[in-house]
């Protein structure tokens, strides 16, 4: 598929512009979704249509002991009471619900955020108040200008079936500088009736990479064939920056062995894509530490109409614990 136009991600999220009024409508392909919604989209579609809002969160730090117990496994009021996010208690969109990764995800033996089987999550998406067929709309904070813990939750409700699910572009911060309002005050929520499944298309497993095909070998043996991009910034990718996995034994490196880089915090151009190594046509998988810029860079990607991506969310810190000599 043929980039026609320019997609800035992070760069001029940063001082302030929306992707979508940067690059109009005509730089996404007629066949895919446009996860991305503008403020002013937004309130239109709120006059007319209920929209459910999620405020996304994630603060990094370290667990609570307790929240490594499997006592807390699914227990969603127990995490929400734990870890929801002062910065929403002390202002969110009016009717937003808050959505912590710590409390969406869990912790596991090799994934920082791990997914809950369907028939769970539905469970805390229904405690969230949402229906089948609802639009939902996830927004962020700070980071990223709001985009990058609001992308990764995004991509968890596409996993789980929500079809209808977009990220505000420019988060909270884009919505208040147009002049719309903030409260504190947390709305009731009405329980929801949504049914969760599982949608393959947006996800690729440390056994999915691995998996030995008798014909062509296992995938994670040839990935500089392929499309796959670590979204970490270049530093981190090139080992100029050293971060602690945890593996079990040293690592010789600092990626994915034939992962090419391409950080979510750049600029992403027909050019960029060129020099990363994209090859047209061919699938692409991005990932990075536990999700949240892999996550980034799929957003922005499909929102130019690169539609067959797919997220290796266990990323470096899986692959450092299970296979660490694929780490080069």
Not at 96 to 108: G, R, W, Y
Request: proline fraction near 5%.
């Amino acid at each position: 598929m043929q980039l026609h136009k320019v997609l800035v991600t992070v760069l001029l999220l940063f001082i302030g512009y929306n992707i979508i009024e940067v690059l109009g409508r005509e730089s996404v392909s007629n066949t895919a979704e446009n996860p991305l919604i503008t403020v002013e989209e937004l309130k239109q579609l709120m006059k007319t249509t209920p929209v459910k809002l999620i405020d996304a969160t994630y603060s990094g730090k370290p667990l609570p002991a307790a929240l490594q117990r499997t006592n807390t496994y699914g227990q969603f009021d127990t995490l929400e009471k734990m870890l929801t996010e002062d910065d929403y208690k002390r202002e969110h969109i009016p009717g937003a619900v808050p959505v912590s990764l710590d409390v969406a995800l869990f912790h596991s033996q090799y994934k920082r955020f791990e997914l809950y089987p369907p028939e769970i999550f539905e469970k805390y998406l229904r405690k969230l108040g949402i229906n089948n067929g609802d639009r939902v709309v996830v927004y962020g904070r700070e980071q990223f200008s709001g985009m990058l813990f609001a992308a990764h939750i995004w991509w968890l409700l596409k996993y789980y079936g929500v079809k209808n699910a977009r990220v505000l572009n420019g988060g909270i911060e884009a919505w208040k500088r147009n002049g719309n309002p903030v409260t504190s005050e947390i709305a009731p929520v009405q329980t929801g009736n949504f049914t969760a499944t599982v949608n393959r298309k947006y996800v690729i497993t440390f056994e999915e990479l691995e998996e030995r095909n008798p014909r062509t070998g296992a995938l994670i043996d040839h990935l500089n064939t392929e499309n796959v991009f670590d979204s970490r910034p270049r530093e981190q990718y090139s080992g100029a920056v050293k971060m602690n996995y945890n593996s079990p034994v040293e690592l010789k490196g600092s990626h994915i062995e034939g992962a090419k880089n391409l950080p979510a915090v750049n600029l992403v151009n027909e050019k960029v894509l060129a020099e990363a190594g994209y090859i047209p046509g061919k699938p692409v998988i991005t990932y990075c530490s536990v999700g949240n810029q892999g996550s980034l860079d799929l957003l922005a990607l499909r929102s130019v109409g690169i539609d067959n991506i797919k997220l290796y969310q266990g990323g470096m810190t899986e692959m450092a614990l299970r296979d660490p000599k694929r780490i080069s």
